[in-house]
């Protein structure tokens, strides 16, 4: 049974940065590509930055320039910089498959404030 636990969110001011980290186990993680997700109150969840197997990313309009997803397959891990982060960042961030096809994680929350 795969496992996703995401970490590293918090309260942070406009302007300021975070890291998200994601941490899978139970399954062959090297194959797939990953992304990160994220959910406002009131809003469907969103794809916000997407890496392949092989390291190739895309991200959403919103954070292009702004956020970096990074991936370590050794220790099946993903990672979000986040930088620059503006109010309307503000959100539950999940990793997942892109596609996403594992179990959701608990989330992180990230909160930025004006």
């Known amino acids: 049974q795969v496992q996703l636990v995401e970490s590293g969110g918090g309260l942070v001011q406009a302007g300021g940065s975070l890291r998200l980290s994601c941490a899978a186990s139970g399954s062959i993680f090297s194959i797939y590509a990953m992304g990160w997700y994220r959910q406002a109150p009131g809003k469907q969840r969103e794809l916000v930055a997407a890496i392949t197997s092989r390291g190739s990313t895309n991200y959403a309009d919103s954070v292009k320039g702004r956020f970096t997803i990074s991936r370590d397959n050794a220790k099946k891990t993903v990672h979000l910089q986040m930088n620059s982060l503006k109010p309307e960042d503000t959100a539950v961030y999940y990793c997942?498959?892109?596609?996403?096809?594992?179990?959701w994680g608990q989330g992180t929350q990230v909160t930025v404030s004006s």
């Open positions: 997942n498959t892109n596609p996403g096809r594992w179990p």
